[in-house]
């Protein structure tokens, strides 16, 4: 039902560019999962989309909207950065990759609880916080790429000077994609399972954002968990951004988090906020992401349509949801 | 690599920006045309907004890998961005050409066999479109509106600055001290709301403190834009663009002309080396062809004199342009000195490439910062 | 400092921050009446671009503005219905058309990227531009720039000296009570979103067509809309005290200029983003305000009262909470 | 007007406010309607004002049938209504709330000629408010005379007032009250919404008593107090017999406490409950023995007096504190408060875990869950979500998931929504725990709860503690008429 409706607002829009609406429906499938490099390629995507997904898992969860992934993303890249600047000479690489790996998600979840303190403390809207705090952290990556990280002589868009090749993730050449990175991904996806349905701390959480005046009376204090979730959900963000700058990119970049933040936002609500969900929608909006950039090689088309389609699906399915409880009569899940 | 027959050849191209951005990467994207209807039999496959901003998780070398896939036997990647990526997709293609543009791998040899670089000497462009500003200026003060900053700009706004001060010294006979020439940076080569300055204040930041020239050092065309805008309203104030050969269409009160790249050419010269087998590496930084700098069948820059420019500016333009291309004139000559008091190169020192290409501060008598804190 | 004409400079502050201004007096009003339209940043986009296209190819700004403004209350109208009529989450469906149309602007507008087309010129006001000081600060712009400074007037007018204001205050205050005075809240927060939403998509035409002339990836107006909704919730959600941010945002922006010379040693990136934190600041203010201590304490310091209560914005109580009927 | 109801029904989901009634008012009276917490009143007169739409039934204004399904259509018959919950707007002025709500259409606002209007009529009624303060800076009296004066500007033929005297003091009642006079005198139409018997004693003509969203009976001036505290609580049972109050060491201790609060707040309270007592609290709601529990629950904090909890001084406010120490308190909004919608039962069992382990073992919660289920007699299974249950199930598991040994037992309601056999039972599960060396301390809408159940009674009024007794030599009557202030 969701699929047709989006099916036919999406090549209503093709019609009015223009396109030819089979091709590019070809082309997106062919373009994403037609070759192995390409899957690698949508792999790449998914890891980071799928990490910061899980994060946002927890704080919808207690209820909160976590609009600041992207943020906390940067701060996690930025921290993996600062751990590998410092240890570009170190003879043990190893050892400086864990480094980054900790401080990277210590980053991440700084920035996040930065945003929790402001919320539970100060009573500012998480939303609002994330928000700013988004671009706070864009301007922080910006200042230290231009300013005391820029590379000798050449301060540009191209970021920081990339780490000593001891210092990536190998990625084998035949795998085009790093093991650790999707071992690491798919642990935090067991890992976020097991919190949520396994333990006193996911049921906490969901117990708070159900009611937090009842769970309050049930001896649990929300506020604290709330800063609980955040920092969870940061340290997964900025477990994503580390792996940006230390698989994808080998350094620090402007557009290090790469939208991912506000994508798993979307992806996390398509998946109807259950994590069983979560891992396959992120691929296959990573797919239609990778699988786009054959537009303009093809058919000399604007890419941008991935993003239509990943909104135009989640537009419907909240209009959809939206009109199913409104006929129901009743809505009391969270 | 073996030698290919004069049949099909496909080139791929890499753009960092839209392909119809009518600024750097159009006139790349153009560039690939020309060689299309020149060279029968040769395509050009394309991606653009190749830039991890718009295309996040891709990677030139995966990139590369699917152009391969589909048949280009060269890549052309145009950004001082791509460096990293570019060169590590040229070591793992070793049968397919690559050529960087902008970059210096072939000069650091850190690149491999199969990779070249290729840039233009913008800086003469800069330096006639520094030259028509001082020439036109009524108070003496010339605004640059630069992107950020690392050697390539500063050395353009540097180039730009020579440019006006010979204008202003030796044509205009005016004092030195009394030319201004001041470069703001935006922070980025295009405006971001709520990361960069705003190109368009900055330009009226510009005319509202009596500069009444904006040479523009990003594509985008708010320096026009502006000076329009201004002039519109009576004010007496031009602005010099940037990069497309057509980009002062539209603007024809204001615009005294346009630097632009033409890579027509150069494209066709690798192409024909890569397709014939006779592929050298090469680390290629091409002047104008001082012949005729604007004909589209030569040289990689040019300088297109626009509307707005006076017809005794234009003679003293073609007398410059003809002094630069005899050698009678080398403006990258000392004594010349950093902004900061030291020297850059002694008196009568004739700069080398590599003094040029990798240009530590903006020059003394400019002012703005050479770098960011 | 360069002679530096603070008129000229003051002057530009106006022009500059002309559609962030109606953008935000947009919001204003579909906030005040209880609706939160987070859309703002892809409404702006697609507007502008719409805006640009109608215009180029109709030959008429008339037309391309009068078509941003129904794709900004097109956008609001899904956010109105699906937020006030079908109860689902208004920050949610908010967000994801910010997202989806701004993708659809850049996918549609490809083939108008950076062509020429129409563009406002400037208006000078006859007889008044000659005023000595005021003349060239306030009479010699476009038309855009003086029907913003008319929006903030009549924002302000409409919210607080008519009838329908009046009517719209209450319900973003209390819809049960509106309802019980005879008032629908749904249509009323349906129709100011609707019309917050129209100004927003002038915003865009504003950039297309006034400030930032032509489309194109990126046309310059990205993020706009944040900031648009930051400095609504730095007003305090009141029309003066948010169009005072919007003119103090265009002004950061200049400062930001000329300061890279006198003070070097500052991150340009400060400017650009202070906005953000001013934003959060502003929430705590309000956030700490409600703290019992504090507010204990300010009670004890009547000065320190009337000072919190004069900086201090508070939310229209309702905001963002749909109305249900019992 | 006159006005004429017949067989009115309201359905709130699955609650059914009113079931069935019919009743008459003559025009130029003024007609009281009584009844107790709950019993259908206010969703009866939101019905005739349009607020609520009503189910079924029919409403006749002069004989005629109207239709009033919104505020809007009702103000056009000439009904207005002073609803019990303030409805205006505390941010707004004086005269933006007079203005708001006017039926000519249009967007214009003579602000001059409406604060002209207002102005005329406080002089008229000998109110005293100034049109350009803000809302929050009144009082609630303040606030309802506003609205008073709104309505009367509106020209209302009917005029319905719900609870239009708690929370303000006598004098603003007086006046209220002289202005009341003063409109049936006139000719208006006025339905009073009351619990109290001496607003109805010396306000009404006649008078409809509502019980459990049905009428229970009628009667004119002058009325008879005892058949009206008959009609509306029913008849009260005999206690059963009982052993003396226990009288163990002081587990809680109230000292001139002062806390604000629900309706009244609670004022300058003094109280001791000691050991093995079971304490019922009487009083209309929010007439202070919710903010009495919540004090003793360490939920609220009081800003005078002292506040002594099991032997300790437990720091005021610190709920989690209390708990630790052995005081468990169960609310009465069951959704609201008490229990999470969304969870199920089991999961409402593994998070009320005495003895919590971080991995939890679903295996272990469900067992619980049945168990409790089977004891409480609960319908439902371990995985049905909370809000899936109905009213009385809910409050039954709100019950069953009580820690098992609590030392200071505090309940709101415990047995509101359940038939007399549940609750009974319930109660011998709580008096099995008070053997056990708990207090109890419950609040109740229902007398004969309290005088089934608990040792002895504190009944409050208008936020004051009014009786201290021993329920086993209470005289009934005389305990209702406390609750209803007389
Ligand atoms: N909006 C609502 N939604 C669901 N149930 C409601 C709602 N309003 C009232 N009820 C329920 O309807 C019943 C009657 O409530 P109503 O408010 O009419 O009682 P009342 O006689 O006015 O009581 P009180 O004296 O406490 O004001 C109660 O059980 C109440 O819980
Ligand atoms: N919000 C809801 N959504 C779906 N089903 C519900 C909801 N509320 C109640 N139900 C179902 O309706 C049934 C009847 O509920 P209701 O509250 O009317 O029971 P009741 O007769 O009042 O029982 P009790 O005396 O225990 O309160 C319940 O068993 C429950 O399964
Ligand atoms: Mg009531
Ligand atoms: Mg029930």
Not at chain 2, 88 to 106: C, M, N, R, V, W
Not at chain 3, 17 to 22: E, K, Q, R
Not at chain 3, 216 to 239: K, S, Y
Not at chain 4, 417 to 425: I, K, S, T, V
Request: net charge neutral; hydrophobic share 45%; glycine share 12%.
């Amino acid at each position: 039902m969701v699929a047709a409706i989006v099916l036919v607002f999406i090549s209503a829009i093709l019609v009015l560019a223009g396109a030819p609406v089979l091709e590019v429906h070809g082309l997106l499938v062919t373009g994403a999962v037609g070759s192995w490099s390409k899957l690698a390629q949508v792999l790449r995507v998914w890891v980071p989309l799928t990490l910061c997904s899980c994060g946002l898992l927890y704080t919808f969860q207690i209820g909160l909207w976590n609009i600041g992934v992207e943020g906390q993303v940067m701060l996690g890249a930025i921290g993996a950065t600062a751990v590998l600047r410092l240890g570009f000479d170190s003879a043990l690489p190893g050892a400086v990759l864990g480094a980054a790996l900790v401080v990277g998600m210590l980053g991440g979840a700084l920035w996040a609880l930065l945003a929790g303190l402001l919320k539970t403390w100060g009573g500012v809207n998480e939303i609002f916080a994330g928000l700013g705090l988004n671009f706070v952290a864009q301007g922080l990556i910006l200042w230290l790429i231009f300013g005391p990280w820029r590379r000798p002589g050449v301060a540009s868009m191209s970021g920081t000077e990339p780490f000593a090749e001891s210092l990536w993730f190998p990625t084998p050449a035949v795998w085009r994609i790093s093991p650790h990175a999707l071992g690491l991904t798919l642990v935090a996806l067991a890992a976020t399972a097991l919190v949520l349905r396994h333990t006193r701390l996911g049921l906490a959480l969901r117990a708070v954002g159900g009611n937090p005046s009842a769970s309050y009376l049930f001896g649990l204090k929300p506020g604290r968990l709330m800063l609980w979730a955040m920092g969870l959900a940061g340290a997964l963000a900025g477990l994503a951004g580390t792996l940006q700058v230390t698989v994808v990119y080998h350094r620090l970049i402007p557009a290090i988090s790469s939208n991912y933040g506000y994508l798993a936002l979307l992806v996390v609500m398509l998946a109807d906020y259950r994590l069983s969900w979560v891992p396959f929608i992120a691929f296959f909006f990573a797919a239609l992401n990778v699988g786009s950039i054959q537009l303009p090689l093809v058919l000399q088309l604007d890419s941008s349509l991935s993003g239509v389609i990943q909104g135009a699906l989640v537009l419907t399915v909240l209009l959809i949801h939206a009109w199913n409880s409104g006929k129901a009569g009743t809505r009391w899940t969270t | 690599p073996q030698p290919v027959g004069a049949s099909d050849f496909s080139f791929g191209l890499l753009l960092v920006g839209p392909y119809n951005d009518r600024g750097w990467s159009q006139a790349h994207f153009d560039a690939g045309h020309y060689v299309e209807a020149k060279l029968p039999g040769v395509k050009m496959l394309y991606i653009d907004k190749m830039n991890p901003a718009d295309r996040p998780g891709v990677t030139i070398p995966q990139l590369v890998d699917d152009l391969v896939g589909k048949g280009a036997k060269l890549i052309i990647a145009n950004s001082d961005d791509m460096k990293d990526g570019i060169r590590e997709a040229a070591k793992q293609h070793p049968d397919t050409y690559f050529l960087h543009i902008s970059g210096d791998d072939a000069l650091t040899g850190k690149g491999p066999n199969n990779l070249s670089n290729l840039m233009g000497r913008m800086e003469y462009g800069k330096m006639l479109a520094g030259f028509t500003a001082a020439l036109t200026t009524k108070t003496g003060k010339i605004g640059y509106l630069g992107p950020l900053i690392n050697e390539e700009t500063r050395r353009l706004a540097a180039a730009a600055y020579l440019g006006a001060r010979y204008g202003w010294e030796q044509v205009r006979r005016q004092p030195a001290a009394d030319l201004k020439f001041k470069v703001t940076w935006i922070g980025f080569w295009f405006n971001i709301p709520g990361v960069t300055s705003d190109p368009t204040q900055v330009a009226q930041n510009f005319f509202d403190s009596g500069y009444d020239v904006v040479l523009s050092g990003i594509d985008t065309t708010e320096a026009l834009v502006v000076a329009r805008q201004k002039h519109q309203g009576g004010k007496p104030v031009w602005a010099v663009p940037y990069d497309f050969k057509g980009a002062c269409e539209g603007a024809d009160q204001v615009c005294l002309g346009v630097p632009y790249y033409n890579w027509g050419p150069s494209y066709l010269q690798f192409i024909t080396a890569a397709r014939s087998g006779n592929w050298k590496q090469q680390w290629l930084w091409l002047g104008p062809d001082w012949s005729d700098i604007n004909n589209e069948d030569r040289g990689p820059i040019g300088f297109l004199p626009g509307p707005a420019l006076s017809a005794e500016a234009r003679t003293a333009l073609k007398q410059f342009t003809a002094e630069l291309g005899a050698g009678k004139v080398n403006l990258f000559q000392g004594p010349l000195d950093y902004q900061d008091g030291s020297s850059y190169l002694k008196a009568g020192e004739v700069a080398s490439d590599q003094q040029i290409w990798y240009m530590q501060q903006l020059l003394k008598g400019m002012e703005g910062p050479s770098s960011a804190k | 400092m360069d002679d530096l004409n603070v008129l000229a400079v003051l002057a530009g502050v106006l022009a500059g921050a002309s559609p962030i201004v109606l953008a935000t007096m947009g919001e204003t009003i579909t906030e005040k009446a209880g609706l939160i339209n987070l859309s703002l940043d892809g409404t702006i986009l697609l507007a502008a671009m719409v805006a640009f296209l109608v215009a180029h190819d109709a030959g008429s700004l008339g037309l391309g503005f009068l078509a941003a403004a129904l794709v900004g209350a097109g956008i609001a109208a899904v956010v109105g219905i699906a937020g006030v009529y079908m109860g689902q989450s208004q920050v949610a469906v908010g967000f994801v058309l910010t997202l989806m149309c701004r993708d659809l602007a850049y996918f549609l507008g490809n083939p108008y990227s950076r062509i020429q087309g129409p563009r406002l010129a400037p208006l000078p006001v006859p007889g008044l531009e000659r005023l000595p000081l005021l003349g060239s600060l306030l009479f010699r712009h476009s038309l855009l720039v003086y029907l913003s400074v008319a929006v903030i007037a009549t924002t302000w007018w409409y919210l607080y000296r008519t009838r329908w204001g009046l009517e719209l205050r209450a319900v973003g205050e209390n819809p049960q009570a509106a309802h019980a005075r005879g008032i629908d809240p749904k249509r009323l927060q349906l129709l100011h979103a609707l019309l917050g939403g129209a100004l927003v998509g002038l915003a865009g035409g504003a950039f297309s067509l006034g400030i930032k002339p032509g489309w194109g990836r990126p046309q310059g107006a990205e993020g706009m809309g944040w900031i648009a909704l930051a400095i609504v919730i730095f007003g305090g959600w009141h029309p003066l005290k948010v169009a005072l941010g919007a003119y103090l945002f265009a002004f950061l922006q200049v400062l930001g200029i000329p300061l890279q010379s006198w003070w070097p040693s500052v991150p340009a990136q400060v400017f650009q983003v202070a906005p953000f934190p001013l934003m959060i600041l502003a929430l705590l203010l309000l956030g700490l305000t409600q703290k019992d201590t504090l507010q204990r304490w300010a009670d004890a310091h009547p000065r320190v009262r009337k000072l919190l209560r004069s900086i201090q914005g508070r939310a229209p109580r309702a905001l963002g909470r749909p109305y249900r009927q019992e | 007007m006159d006005l004429e109801l017949r067989d009115i029904h309201k359905h709130y989901g699955t609650v059914h406010a009113n079931r069935g009634i019919h009743m008459r008012v003559a025009s130029g009276t003024i007609h009281g309607i009584l009844g107790e917490n709950g019993a259908g009143k206010s969703t009866l007169m939101k019905v005739l004002s349009g607020y609520a739409a009503r189910t079924s039934g029919d409403i006749f204004l002069d004989g005629r049938a109207v239709d009033t399904t919104t505020p809007a259509q009702a103000n056009r018959l000439g009904i207005g209504m002073l609803y019990q919950d303030p409805l205006d707007f505390p941010s707004l002025t004086v005269l933006d709330n007079f203005s708001l709500g006017r039926p000519n259409r249009g967007g214009g606002l003579n602000r001059r000629a409406l604060a002209e209007e207002l102005t005329r009529l406080c002089r008229d009624f000998d109110f005293d408010l100034e049109p350009e303060r803000s809302l929050e800076q009144l009082t609630v009296g303040e606030r309802q005379q506003l609205e008073l004066l709104r309505l009367l500007s509106l020209e209302v033929k009917l005029l319905i007032l719900d609870e239009p005297t708690t929370g303000i003091s006598t004098p603003q009642k007086e006046k209220l009250f002289g202005a009341l006079r003063r409109l049936a005198a006139a000719g208006m139409t006025l339905l009073l919404v009351s619990h109290k018997l001496e607003d109805i004693e010396s306000l009404c003509h006649a008078v409809t008593v509502l019980r459990q969203g049905r009428v229970s009976g009628e009667m004119t001036a002058p009325f008879q107090l005892d058949e009206l505290v008959n009609l509306m609580f029913g008849t009260i049972p005999a206690p059963p017999p009982r052993g003396a109050v226990a009288s163990g060491e002081p587990v809680l201790l109230l000292h001139e406490a002062t806390a604000g609060g629900d309706r009244a707040g609670l004022g300058n309270c003094t109280v001791s409950v000691r050991r093995g007592q079971v304490v019922g609290l009487a009083g209309l709601e929010g007439s202070g023995q919710g903010v009495f529990l919540r004090l003793a629950a360490g939920l609220a904090k009081p800003v005078r007096g002292s506040l002594t909890v099991l032997g300790t001084q437990l720091k005021p406010g610190d709920h989690h504190g209390f708990r630790d120490a052995g005081v468990v308190f169960v609310p009465t909004a069951r959704l609201d408060e008490g229990l999470v919608g969304s969870l199920t039962i089991a999961e409402h069992c593994a998070l009320t875990e005495p003895h919590p382990s971080f991995r939890i073992d679903w295996q272990g919660a469900a067992n619980t869950a049945a168990q409790r289920i089977a004891r409480f007699r609960i319908q439902g299974s371990a995985d049905t979500p909370a809000a899936l249950l109905s009213g009385g199930n809910q409050q039954r598991l709100l019950l069953s998931l009580m820690p098992a040994r609590p030392r200071l037992l505090l309940l709101e309601q415990p047995t509101r929504g359940l038939d007399l056999e549940p609750a009974r039972w319930i109660w011998a599960q709580l008096r099995a725990l008070c053997a056990d060396a708990a207090t109890i301390v419950f609040s109740s809408a229902e007398l004969d709860e309290i005088m089934a159940f608990a040792d002895r009674v504190l009944v409050f009024y208008n936020g004051s503690l009014v009786r201290d007794l021993d329920t086993r030599d209470s005289d009934l009557d005389d305990l209702a008429r406390a609750i209803a202030g007389k």
